[in-house]
C-alpha cells in the first residue's frame, strides 16, 4: 500500500470523529475526542506531507493532555502558543499556508481557558476554518469535505448549547 492511501484511510477515520466532535457540548468530552482525532490526523498527514499539520497536532494533544489534568492558565497558553509558533518555524517552509495550524491551534488554545462550553465551541470553529483552508491547499479533498461538515455540526453544536442555557433559564 502506498503512504498517500494509508493517509487517507487515517484521514477518513479523523473525519468521521471530527464530524461527531461537532455535536459535542462539554470540555472533557470534546478534548478526549480531540485527543483521538489529533493522532489519527497526525499519522494521515504524516503520510501526505503535511508536517505543519502534524506539528500542531501533537502540540494540541499535548496541550490537551494537561488541560486535562489542570486548568490552561495564562502562562500554559503563552507558553504551547509560542511552542508551537516557534517549532511551526523551525520545521516548515515558512509558506502562509504552513501557519494555518499554527493558527487553529492558537484559535483553542485561547478558547480552553473559557469555563464556558460556548466559547470553547467556537475557539473550535475557528480551528475548522483554518484547517478547511489548509486542506483545500493541500488538496485533501475528503477531509476538506468533512472539514465542511465539522463546521455545520459545530455550528449545530452552538445551537445546542444556546438552546439549553435558554431551556435551563426558563426552567427556573
Not at 486548568?71 to 509558533?85: D, K, V, Y
Not at 472539514?147 to 433559564?169: M, Q
Request: a positive charge.
Amino acid at each position: 500500500m502506498n503512504l498517500v492511501l494509508i493517509g487517507r484511510i487515517f484521514s477518513l477515520l479523523a473525519c468521521i470523529l471530527m464530524v461527531i466532535i461537532g455535536y459535542l457540548k462539554h470540555k472533557k468530552t470534546i478534548l478526549w475526542a480531540q485527543n483521538l482525532q489529533f493522532i489519527l490526523f497526525s499519522i494521515s498527514y504524516a503520510c501526505l506531507g503535511g508536517i505543519a499539520a502534524v506539528v500542531g497536532n501533537m502540540v494540541s494533544l499535548l496541550r490537551n493532555l494537561i488541560c486535562l489534568k489542570c486548568n490552561l492558565t495564562l502562562p500554559l497558553q503563552i507558553f504551547f502558543i509560542g511552542f508551537q509558533g516557534v517549532f511551526t518555524f523551525i520545521t516548515t517552509q515558512n509558506r502562509w499556508i504552513d501557519w494555518l495550524p499554527f493558527v487553529a491551534a492558537t484559535c483553542i488554545t485561547l478558547s480552553l481557558s473559557s469555563k464556558k462550553d460556548i466559547i470553547i465551541k467556537l475557539g473550535c470553529i475557528g480551528s475548522i476554518l483554518c484547517f478547511g483552508t489548509y486542506d483545500f491547499f493541500l488538496q485533501n479533498w475528503i477531509v476538506f469535505g468533512f472539514d465542511c461538515f465539522s463546521l455545520v455540526t459545530s455550528l449545530i453544536g452552538v445551537y445546542r448549547i444556546t438552546f439549553d442555557k435558554k431551556e435551563a433559564e426558563e426552567t427556573f
